[in-house]
């Protein structure tokens, strides 16, 4: 098995974990953790790829993308959605720049 994440970064705080929790997915509040979650399930030789460098690349480029186009956007989607999507990106981007968001790529073998 193989599937990528968005998860807080290790060795939070509590009060990391909820700002991670509010610039990320709904599964960055998942009570265990995936190698857990793995393991549990019977797979072996869990490996995990930190891909959180790419994450921001990408990210970042998502945010300008959106401002290189934003009456396009704005025309499309309206000012408000627009708006939002901006909030939303740069709470990402400074989430992972503070250490909190991680992007992680893990590829398992069940037994």
Do not use: N, W
Not at 43 to 61: H, K, M, N, P, S
Not at 64 to 75: F, M, P, T, Y
Request: without cysteine; aromatic residues 6%.
């Amino acid at each position: 098995m193989a599937f990528l994440t968005i998860e807080p970064d290790d060795d939070l705080s509590p009060a990391q974990r909820r700002r991670a929790g509010r610039a990320g997915p709904p599964s960055v509040l998942l009570p265990t953790s995936y190698p857990s979650l793995l393991r549990t399930a019977g797979f072996v030789d869990i490996e995990v790829v930190d891909l959180t460098a790419e994450y921001r690349v990408t990210q970042q480029a998502k945010f300008d993308q959106a401002d290189r186009h934003r009456s396009e956007l704005i025309a499309l989607i309206g000012v408000e959605e627009y708006e939002e999507g901006r909030r939303e990106r740069r709470k990402t981007l400074e989430a992972i720049d503070a250490g909190l968001l991680s992007r992680r790529l893990y590829v398992a073998r069940r037994r």
